[in-house]
């Protein structure tokens, strides 16, 4: 049976998530605790017991005028004993429709892996947003720097996303956040070891970090202010050293231009008959994704 979740759930939804995620339940109890909302949480039981679970998180396409009302699948889980069974692609035909009811035009995810691409895809989702990746080695990030005073954290649900919904706005189909979800988006990552780093030249610039296994630093959403980026660069290395860092930036815009590999980052779909997306050049950029 298919449903809403209860506020009394929150329990079985955090070990349903560490056994399919296989994560210390601090994770999901931080998301549960601070972003939870039965209205955005659909469950499939099996004799009384969730046996699987997708949120789906509110959220606008970057479009002309107000933009398109969407929502983004986030930790779309079922336990091993009730896989293979069609559970989770009946929660995404239900999120369809029940995200249309509430006035969703689409629905986009991001595949936690390559595989699951094909699974989303006989879902009805198909490959909208990409990343550009860009490596830099500290000595070229060190030589774009340009040094200045620490800049204390700007308000992460204002300031900031004011700055990523103006450099992505006109960027269509791309994803833009409320204050609040970019707000907990910025506090969801330091629970995985993310750095929020600010910066101010002739605006507000900011860039999430996190050190990767190999010891490199993965600088995983940057949005730069005209002219900002010698400030971020410096407070960056300041902030997270490490001899490599990786840029995850949207196509075409942002620092290092011309430069770094596409990669396809996210899928999108239709719901309650909207018509395809119009998808802006360069690709549509997801990003801040909770993944």
Known sequence: MIGFAEWNMRAELAALWRICFHEPVRYPNYFLNNLFR????????????????????????????????????FAAGTLPRYRSRGYMASLLACAAIRGAERGDEYSAVLPANGPLYPFYAHNGYFDFFRVRVVSVPRRRLRGLAAPGPAVKILAAGRELNALRCAVLGDRKGSVLWSDGMFHFAVGFGAAYGDRLVCARGNGPSYALCRREEDGACSVREAMVSPGGFGALAAAVLRAAPAEIYRFRLPCGCGPFPGEGTEERCGMLRPVGGAPPPQAGTPAPYLGLALD
């Open 38 to 73: 039965p209205r955005d949480c659909l469950v499939y039981r099996v004799n009384g017991e969730i046996a699987a679970a997708v949120y789906l998180l509110p959220a606008r396409l970057a479009a002309e005028g107000r933009g398109a009302q969407a929502h983004y699948i």
